[in-house]
Antibody, heavy 117, light 109 residues
């Protein structure tokens, strides 16, 4: 069974940093691209970042470019998102999600990040 | 990376069919056959319903179908059931990004 479990969310002050982690199991992690997608409270989905299976290709939404860094450790079956210079508008549930061809087929349950003073 | 345009809400009665539209541009929806659709129930993670415009993943009911014409993609749900009541999001994939629609709330009357 495919499982994606996010951790690392919490309350942080504006300008602060946070590192999210996603532990993957039930599939060959090193064979799949991975994504972070976020959802602000009561709002829609927003793609944040993607990373290819071997980390050769990395992409970011304009809204986080230069502030967030996606990475993965295939030996540990883990995906990460380093978030710096956090803003109130970054407040959201952050989902770790597996790429499937051009879609996203498995999603974690999400971790809440709240940016507030 | 502007969000794709979806109607805020649609509704239908059990057994009826509904269609949700998703409008983008020639740079996303119109330029690639890489539109996917997601269903999200309250408090739950999204679920992939359609990928590559019209393909259903294993386990998704054939009551769900997708299509595309020009810059607009569509999700059709036939034989509406109470459990279909949820938020639906379209998404377009390019080689360097993904963009989601604003979401459509489906109400089953």
């Amino acid at each position: 069974e495919v499982q994606l479990v996010e951790s690392g969310g919490g309350l942080v002050k504006p300008g602060g940093s946070l590192r999210l982690s996603c532990a993957a199991s039930g599939f060959t992690f090193s064979s799949y691209s991975m994504n972070w997608v976020r959802q602000a409270p009561g709002k829609g989905l927003e793609w944040v970042s993607s990373i290819s299976s071997s980390s050769s290709y990395i992409y970011y939404a304009d809204s986080v470019k230069g502030r967030f860094t996606i990475s993965r450790d295939n030996a540990k079956n883990s995906l990460y998102l380093q978030m710096n210079s956090l803003r109130a508008e970054d407040t959201a549930v952050y989902y770790c999600a597996r790429g499937f061809l051009t879609g996203i087929d498995y999603w974690g349950q999400g971790t809440l990040v709240t940016v507030s003073s | 990376q502007s969000a794709l345009t979806q109607p805020a809400s649609v509704s239908g009665s059990p057994g009826q069919s509904i269609t949700i539209s998703c409008t983008g541009t020639s740079s996303d929806v119109g330029g690639y056959n890489y539109v996917s659709w997601y269903q999200q129930h309250p408090g739950k993670a999204p679920k992939l319903m359609i990928y590559d415009v019209s393909n259903r993943p294993s386990g998704v009911s054939n009551r769900f179908s997708g299509s595309k014409s020009g810059n607009t993609a569509s999700l059709t749900i036939s034989g509406l059931q109470a459990e279909d009541e949820a938020d639906y999001y379209c998404s377009s994939y390019t080689s360097s990004s993904r963009v989601f629609g604003g979401g459509t709330k489906l109400t089953v009357l």
